[in-house]
């Protein structure tokens, strides 16, 4: 199985091109959607800020090849900033139009009794179990790290959340083919890992909804 992640310099790869490769998938890594469209499924990864990762998508011309992998049919999994990406919206530094495959926007952390950014080990209550999720672990933990959080999101599309500061934190989302973590699953321990497995396992058809 082939798994294509976008390369569009934002973000280290190496470690979740490592955890694919354990997974027995073939990788490529690119910037050029032809290649990328040869996928079987696709991980949109990315550190940093969202409105130069918008720009840096727009530019290379990947952020139309993202809206049209619905209607491909090809997987799409966004990672940390890559999940942001998928809203409609985001008011990191300046109001920037996202992806828009998710309804949702991305808000800063409203100020509160709590460390911002959003760092360390949460517990993830699944309100929602995406089809391509078999069955969860006991412990279900995963590590967050981020400062900007989904809001006003439709709730058929919160898969998982996280409590933080008295607020119910977006960590697993989807819809059809669209799926988003905003955690590092590569990088959350034995669920992480199992997460992402579970996913690639579904993609490749060794279960169904």
């Known amino acids: 199985m082939i798994v294509g992640i976008i390369d569009y310099g934002m973000g280290n790869l190496f470690s979740v091109e490592q955890a694919l490769k354990k997974l ?3 990788v490529i890594t690119s910037d050029d959607a032809e290649v990328l469209a040869e996928a079987d ?3 949109l990864p990315g550190v940093g800020a969202f409105p130069d990762a ?3 998508l727009e530019e290379k011309g990947l952020a139309g090849f993202i809206r049209s992998l619905p209607e491909r049919k090809i997987p ?5 900033l890559g999940m942001q990406l998928l809203y409609e919206d985001s008011e990191e530094g300046r109001p920037v139009n996202g992806l828009g495959l998710l309804k949702g926007h991305i808000r800063r952390f409203p100020k509160g009794d709590y460390r911002i950014p959003h760092m360390g080990w949460n ?3 699944f309100v929602n179990r995406p089809y391509w999720l078999e069955d969860l672990l006991e412990d279900t933990h995963v590590y967050f790290v981020h400062s900007f959080l989904a809001m006003e999101t439709d709730r058929a599309e919160v898969f998982a959340t996280a409590e933080y500061g008295g607020l119910e934190v977006p960590g697993v989302v989807g819809g059809g083919l669209i799926t988003g973590m905003q955690f590092h699953p590569e990088k959350s321990g034995e669920f992480g890992h199992y997460l992402l497995a579970q996913w690639i396992a579904n993609v490749r058809g060794d279960f169904h909804e």
């Open 123 to 125: 517990r993830l209550n």
């Open 41 to 43: 499924a696709i991980l």
């Open 54 to 56: 918008m720009k840096r």
């Open 76 to 80: 799409l999994l966004g990672i940390c």
């Open 24 to 26: 027995d998938c073939t």
